[in-house]
C-alpha cells in the first residue's frame, strides 16, 4: 500500500511549480521556480506566494495586508509553521485562507483550491493505469 501512495503522488513533483500557481491556467507563479534547480532559495516561505499559501491561516489576513513584512516574520520565525497551525492553503479563497473566518474555523476548511486540484490529478492518474 506504501508504495502506491508513493507511486501516486511522485508524480506530483514534477508539476508542483505549475500546479502552485493561484490561477494555473492563467499565470504560473511570480518569480517562477523549476524543478531541476537544486538551489531552494526561492522555495517554501522564500517564495511570495507560495509563503501565503504556507502561512498559517490565523496570520493569512495580515498577510494579505502586509506581505512583505509577514514573509520576512515567517522567514526569521517570529511567525512559528508548526503542525498544530493549518496553513491558508487548506481553505478556500482567492488568494488561499482570504475567506477565513476565525469565528467559524470549519468554514471553508480542506476546500483550498490546491486541495481540490491534487485531488483532480490523482483521479485523472488513477483512471489511467
Known amino acids: 500500500m506504501g508504495q502506491v501512495h508513493s507511486d501516486d503522488t511522485s508524480h506530483l513533483k514534477n508539476c508542483i511549480a505549475q500546479y502552485a500557481a ?22 517554501g516561505v522564500n517564495h511570495p506566494q507560495l509563503a501565503a499559501m504556507l502561512c498559517p491561516i490565523k496570520h493569512a489576513k495580515a498577510y494579505h495586508e502586509d506581505p512583505t513584512k509577514v514573509q520576512a516574520e515567517l522567514q526569521n520565525g517570529v511567525i512559528k509553521i508548526h503542525s498544530t497551525v493549518w496553513p491558508a492553503f487548506i481553505y478556500e479563497g482567492s488568494p488561499p485562507g482570504k475567506d477565513f473566518n476565525p469565528d467559524n474555523v470549519q468554514e471553508g476548511f480542506l476546500k483550498g483550491y490546491y486541495l481540490k486540484l491534487v485531488n483532480l490529478i ?8
Open 22 to 43: 493561484p490561477d494555473p491556467s492563467d499565470k504560473g507563479l511570480e518569480p517562477p521556480i523549476y524543478v531541476d534547480n537544486k538551489s531552494h532559495a526561492l522555495l
Open 122 to 129: 490523482l483521479s485523472q492518474q488513477q483512471h489511467l493505469m
